[in-house]
């Protein structure tokens, strides 16, 4: 039987979630994104002086995918 982790490897390579359905894996790595995309843009709107909203959502969805692509990532082992 295959089982999928969901990995952030931005420090130790930590294993955040584990599941046979890896569907469901890319379904809360989805989630995750979108609200850390949600998070930023926020931050950015907070900290922004009347810049273009549209430049600021773009740079937060940048600067999140660039941060899922370098860190998260799900792999797959054979469960014992």
């Known amino acids: 039987m295959t089982i999928y982790h969901l990995v952030n ?3 130790y390579g930590e294993v955040c ?3 046979t ?3 469901l894996l890319e379904e809360i790595m989805c989630d995750s994104f979108m609200n850390d995309v949600l ?3 926020n931050i950015q709107m907070a900290f922004s002086c009347g810049e273009d909203r549209q430049k600021n959502a773009q740079n937060a969805w940048k ?3 660039d941060y899922y692509n370098t860190y998260i990532y ?3 082992s054979e469960l014992i």
């Open 17 to 19: 979630l584990s599941s």
């Open 63 to 65: 600067c999140i995918l």
């Open 21 to 23: 359905d890896k569907g």
């Open 9 to 11: 490897d931005e420090d």
């Open 74 to 76: 799900i792999t797959e």
């Open 39 to 41: 998070n930023e843009f």
